[in-house]
C-alpha cells in the first residue's frame, strides 16, 4: 500500500499541531508586513499578527510561494520516499499559488520521472479549505488512492456550509479579494456582510445585516436553513477574535450534534485580506458525507 | 337677471378667486392639523397644487372653452400637487375636467354633475378613503349641489348650496374623525376646500377683487419666435451664436450645495454667452434658451445654480446647410441634439428626504436621486415626475418617507412611461430599512415585497417640538416643548430635548431590539448626539448604537429601532 503525500499551503488555516498529527506539510504563502518578510504560520503566529495589525498603520500584503519554493517542498519529500503527491491549493480566484504548484509539479516530475504529483484547485479558502485537506489526509493515512481523495476532498467542499462576518469590508476591497462582495461597498451605514464561497472560489455575500447581532442571527439562521439538523462536524473560524469565536461553538453545540469540533484561527495570509474580526462557521453534514 | 351659463371667462376668474381666497387662508388651515408638530402645511400644499393648476389655465393665450380651461386647470394641479390633501384636490378637479371636457359653457346641471363626477374620481384615487376629510366635504356638496341643481338654473345658486354644504360638513367632520374630535378642530383639507369654493362664489356674484393675473409666459412659444426671427436671418456666415441650447435648471437641487437664484442677475450673466436669451422662472425650475457659440461654457454656467435636465442643443449652422441642400424644406433638430444615450439601468431609485446627510446615506445605499423634502415642504408631482426622469431605468422604485407624499408619488408614477413601483415609505428609517433591502438582482415585485417587510422590522422615534398648546392622548403639551413621537404617535413631552429622546426611546426599544440608528437635525450639536448616545449605550449595553448626522430640519433626532 503507497500511502499519498499530502500538501496543502498555508491559507488552509490547518492547526499546526493537527497538520503534523496528519503528516500534512504546509507550503507558506509569504506575508510582508512593517517592511518584514514573514513565511506564514512559520515566523509569523496569528496572534502576533493580529497585534501588529492593532499596533502599526502599515498595510500588510501577501504573495504566493514561487514555483521553486514549492517545488522544494516536493523534492524533499520525493528524496524522503514518497512517489504519489496530492497538493491541495487556495481557490485559484483569489491566489496564484495553485499556477505555482502546477509550475513545481511539471518540473518536480521531469527530474523525477517515477513520482506523480497531483495539483488541485480547493476552489476554497482557509479551514474551509483546510478541513478538506484534514479528511483527505485521514483518508491518506487508510490508503486511499489519489483519485478517491480528489474526489473526497470535492465532496467535503460541497456539503459544507460556510458562513462568515467580516467586521470591515476595507481589507478586502484593499486587497482586491472583494468579488461579489464589492455592491455592498460605500455605505454610509454600518452594514454587515454575512460571505460565503461559491462554486467557482470566489468570496461572495449570503446576505447582509445591520449591525453585528442581526448580522450574527442572521448567519446561525442561514446556517439553519441550509443543514436543519443532524450529526455534523463543526468549525469556528476566527481572526484574532477567540472568545467570540467560543459564543459561536456555543451556539452550534446548542443547535447541533455535534460529532467532532475544532476553532481555527485564521492565519496571517488570509487574515490580511479578511481583515482582523473576522469570524465564521463551517458545519459539515456527516450524514451527507457518508452517502457518497 | 341672474346669468344661465358658465363661460370659459366666468370659469377663469372662479377659479382665480377660489385660489385667492385659498392663499389668503394659508395660516389658517396649516393651524388645522392635527399633531402639534411642525409640518402643519395641509394649507401650504393645497395653495401650491391650486396655484399650479390656475397658473395652467392662465397660459391659456386666448379663453376659448370652459373644457379646455377646465383641462388646463387640471393638469397644472396634477403635476403640482403636494401632500395628500393637494393630490386629492387635483383629483376632484380631475373629474370635474373630464366631464366638461366638451363643453364651451357650462349650465347649472352640467357644473353639478361635474362635482359629482370629481368627487367620483378621487374616491377611487385614494386606495382607502377616510370619512372626516376633504373626500366627504367634496362628497356631501357635491350632492348638495347637483339636488339644488335640479331647481334653479342659476349657477351662483348652485355653487352657493355647495358650499353651504361643504360648510356644514366640515362643521361635522370631528364626529367622524376622533382623532379631530379629541384635539378640537375640523378637517384642514376640507377647510381649505371651503375657501375655494367661497372663492368660486364670490366669482359667480361678481364679488370678487380681480387677482392680479400672473404671467408666466410659456418658453415653447417664446422659442418658436425667437427661432423665427433667427430663420429671417439664416445665412451661415452670419449666425453668429451656432448652437440653439435649452435647457431646466433644477432650482431645487440638494446633492450638491448651489448658489442663490437671482432671475436679473441671472439674465445679466446669460447675456454675455450668445443672444436670443429667454429665461422663464419660478421657485423650483428656470428654463433657459439661448443660442451660444460654446454650449458648453454656458450649461456650466448655469450648473451653480442646480442640476441641468432636458438639456438640448442643436447646430444651427448644419440645419442652415440642410435646409439650402434641399434635403428638407425645414428646420429640423441636428439629430444629436439629445445627451448621448446611455445604456438603461435595470433599476431606478427615488427617494424623497431632507438634510444632506439623511440623503447621502440613502445615496451611499444606491438612491439614484434624492429629492429634498419632508415634514414641511412636501414635493409636488411635478418634483417627483421630473426627479424620476432624471433616472435613467427600466423599472424606477420610489421611496417617498413621508405619509404625506405617498399619494404624490404614486400620482406621479402614473404619469411615468416606464413602470414605477411606490414603496409607502412613511418615515425616513423605513425608507433606509426598505432600500437596505433592495437587491439589485431580484425582481420588481419580490423587492417590493421584501422592502415591505422591512418596513415592518423597523419602528420610527421621531424628536421635535410642539408649535402650539394642546392636549392628545391625555398629555399636555405646550408650545415649544420637545415631543417624542413614537411610529406617529406622540408619548412624551419634555422641556429637554436629549431627555425627551431618552423617554422616547424607552417607548420604542424592547427585548428583541438589536440597534438603533440615530439621525440627528441641523439644530443638534455633534456633541450633544454623543452624550445621548453615551447615556443611551450605558442603559442599554446590549444594543448596537450607530449615529449619523442626518442634517435634517426640526427634527432633532429620528430613531430607527430594529
Not at chain 1, 504566493?64 to 485559484?92: K, T
Not at chain 1, 443532524?230 to 460529532?259: F, N, R, S
Not at chain 2, 456666415?237 to 432671475?263: A, M, W
Not at chain 2, 422590522?457 to 421635535?464: A, F, S, Y
Request: aromatic share 6%; glycine share 8%; net charge negative.
Amino acid at each position: 500500500m503507497v500511502q499519498v503525500k499530502i500538501f496543502a499551503d498555508s491559507t488552509s488555516d490547518i492547526p499546526k499541531e493537527l497538520a503534523e498529527s496528519l503528516d500534512i506539510s504546509i507550503i507558506p504563502i509569504k506575508v510582508l508586513i512593517a517592511g518584514e518578510n514573514h513565511l506564514d504560520g512559520v515566523t509569523l503566529q496569528p496572534a502576533e499578527f493580529y497585534e501588529k495589525l492593532r499596533r502599526i498603520e502599515d498595510v500588510p500584503t501577501t504573495s504566493q510561494p514561487s514555483p521553486m519554493d514549492v517545488a522544494d517542498a516536493y523534492r524533499e519529500a520525493i528524496r524522503a520516499g514518497h512517489r504519489e503527491i496530492l497538493s491541495l491549493h487556495i481557490s485559484s480566484k483569489l491566489s496564484g499559488t495553485y499556477q505555482s504548484a502546477l509550475l513545481a509539479k511539471s518540473m518536480v516530475e521531469e527530474e523525477f520521472p517515477d513520482a506523480r504529483i497531483t495539483v488541485m484547485d480547493s476552489k476554497s479558502v482557509t479551514y474551509a479549505f483546510g478541513v478538506m485537506v484534514v479528511f483527505v489526509a485521514r483518508a491518506a493515512k487508510e490508503g486511499k488512492s489519489v483519485e478517491e481523495l480528489v474526489a473526497l476532498a470535492e465532496k467535503v467542499r460541497k456539503e459544507q456550509v460556510l458562513v462568515a462576518l467580516v467586521d470591515t469590508l476595507e481589507y478586502m476591497q484593499r486587497g482586491g479579494r472583494i468579488g461579489k462582495v464589492a455592491s455592498l461597498v460605500g455605505s454610509l451605514l454600518n452594514i454587515k456582510p454575512i460571505i460565503s464561497i461559491n462554486d467557482e472560489g470566489e468570496v461572495y455575500p449570503l446576505d447582509k445585516a445591520r449591525g453585528k447581532n442581526k448580522a450574527v442571527s442572521r448567519a446561525f439562521e442561514i446556517l439553519k436553513e441550509r443543514i436543519p439538523g443532524g450529526p455534523v462536524y463543526a468549525a469556528v473560524l476566527h481572526a484574532g477574535q477567540k472568545d467570540q469565536a467560543e459564543e459561536w461553538l456555543q451556539k452550534v453545540k446548542a443547535m447541533y450534534d455535534v460529532k467532532e469540533e475544532i476553532i481555527t484561527d485564521i492565519g496571517p495570509a488570509v487574515g490580511t485580506h479578511a481583515g482582523p474580526g473576522t469570524v465564521g462557521c463551517l458545519l459539515i453534514p456527516l450524514d451527507r458525507l457518508q452517502m457518497a | 337677471l341672474a346669468q344661465q351659463r358658465i363661460l370659459a371667462a366666468d370659469f377663469l376668474r372662479m377659479m382665480r378667486a377660489g385660489a385667492k381666497k385659498l392663499t389668503q387662508n394659508v395660516p389658517a388651515v396649516n393651524a388645522l392639523n392635527v399633531f402639534p408638530v411642525p409640518d402643519g402645511d395641509t394649507g401650504t400644499n393645497m395653495n401650491l397644487t391650486l396655484t399650479s393648476g390656475v397658473g395652467e389655465m392662465e397660459k391659456q393665450v386666448s379663453v376659448e372653452t370652459v373644457g379646455k380651461l377646465a383641462e388646463a386647470l387640471s393638469r397644472g394641479l396634477l403635476m403640482g400637487a403636494r401632500g395628500n390633501s393637494g393630490v386629492i384636490l387635483s383629483q376632484l378637479f380631475r373629474g370635474f375636467a373630464r366631464a366638461v371636457a366638451d363643453k364651451e359653457s357650462i349650465t347649472t346641471r352640467q357644473l353639478a354633475d361635474a362635482f359629482r363626477r370629481g368627487v367620483e374620481t378621487a374616491y377611487k384615487a385614494v386606495i382607502k378613503p377616510v370619512e372626516g376629510t376633504i373626500l366627504t366635504v367634496a362628497r356631501e356638496a357635491a350632492e348638495a349641489g347637483y339636488n339644488r341643481a335640479m331647481t334653479t338654473e342659476d349657477p351662483a345658486q348652485v355653487m352657493e348650496a355647495v358650499l353651504e354644504e361643504a360648510r356644514r360638513t366640515l362643521a361635522r367632520t370631528p364626529e367622524m374623525l376622533p382623532v379631530l374630535k379629541q384635539t378640537g378642530v375640523v378637517d384642514a383639507g376640507g377647510q381649505g376646500l371651503v375657501f375655494i369654493y367661497e372663492g368660486m362664489l364670490s366669482a359667480l356674484r361678481g364679488e370678487e377683487e380681480l387677482l392680479p393675473v400672473s404671467e408666466l409666459p410659456d418658453l415653447e412659444r417664446l422659442a418658436d419666435v425667437a427661432h423665427e426671427n433667427a430663420q429671417a436671418k439664416l445665412d451661415p456666415s452670419q449666425i453668429e451664436h451656432g448652437y440653439c441650447t435649452e435647457f431646466i435648471i433644477n432650482l431645487k437641487t440638494v446633492r450638491r450645495p448651489t448658489e442663490k437664484f437671482d432671475e436679473a442677475l441671472f439674465r445679466k450673466e446669460m447675456e454675455r454667452f450668445g443672444d436670443s436669451l429667454l429665461v422663464v422662472a419660478d421657485d423650483e425650475l428656470v428654463k433657459v434658451h439661448i443660442h451660444a457659440e460654446y454650449p458648453g461654457d454656458a450649461l456650466n454656467h448655469a450648473m451653480r445654480y442646480g442640476d441641468l435636465t432636458r438639456i438640448k442643443i442643436d447646430n444651427m449652422r448644419e440645419q442652415y446647410d440642410r435646409v439650402t441642400s434641399g434635403h428638407g424644406a425645414k428646420v429640423e433638430p441636428a439629430g444629436q441634439e439629445e445627451a448621448p444615450v446611455k445604456e438603461k439601468k435595470r433599476y431606478g431609485i427615488v427617494a424623497v428626504a431632507a438634510g444632506e446627510g439623511v440623503a447621502d446615506i440613502f445615496r451611499s445605499l444606491g438612491a439614484d436621486v434624492v429629492i429634498g423634502g419632508g415634514q414641511t415642504m412636501n414635493p409636488s408631482t411635478r418634483d417627483l415626475v421630473q426627479a424620476m426622469e432624471q433616472v435613467h431605468a427600466e423599472h424606477i422604485f420610489i421611496l417617498p418617507n413621508n405619509k404625506n407624499i405617498v399619494l404624490a408619488a404614486e400620482q406621479a408614477g402614473q404619469v411615468m412611461n416606464v413602470p414605477v413601483t411606490v414603496v409607502p415609505t412613511r418615515s425616513v428609517p423605513q425608507g433606509l430599512s426598505a432600500l437596505f433591502r433592495f437587491d439589485a438582482e431580484a425582481g420588481p415585485e419580490e423587492n417590493r415585497q421584501a422592502m415591505l417587510e422591512a418596513c415592518a422590522q423597523v419602528k420610527t422615534g421621531e424628536v421635535t417640538y410642539a408649535v402650539r398648546d394642546t392636549v392628545l392622548n391625555g398629555l399636555e403639551i405646550k408650545a415649544g416643548d420637545f415631543l417624542g413621537i413614537a411610529e406617529g404617535k406622540i408619548r412624551v413631552t419634555g422641556k429637554e430635548k436629549n431627555r425627551t429622546a431618552e423617554e422616547l426611546l424607552d417607548h420604542l426599544v424592547q427585548g428583541g431590539t438589536d440597534m438603533v440608528t440615530i439621525l440627528y437635525g441641523q439644530d443638534v450639536t455633534e456633541a450633544e448626539a454623543k452624550e445621548l448616545v453615551q447615556s443611551l449605550e450605558s442603559k442599554y449595553p446590549e444594543i448596537e448604537w450607530e449615529v449619523h448626522a442626518g442634517g435634517q430640519p426640526l427634527y432633532y433626532y429620528l430613531f430607527a429601532v430594529e
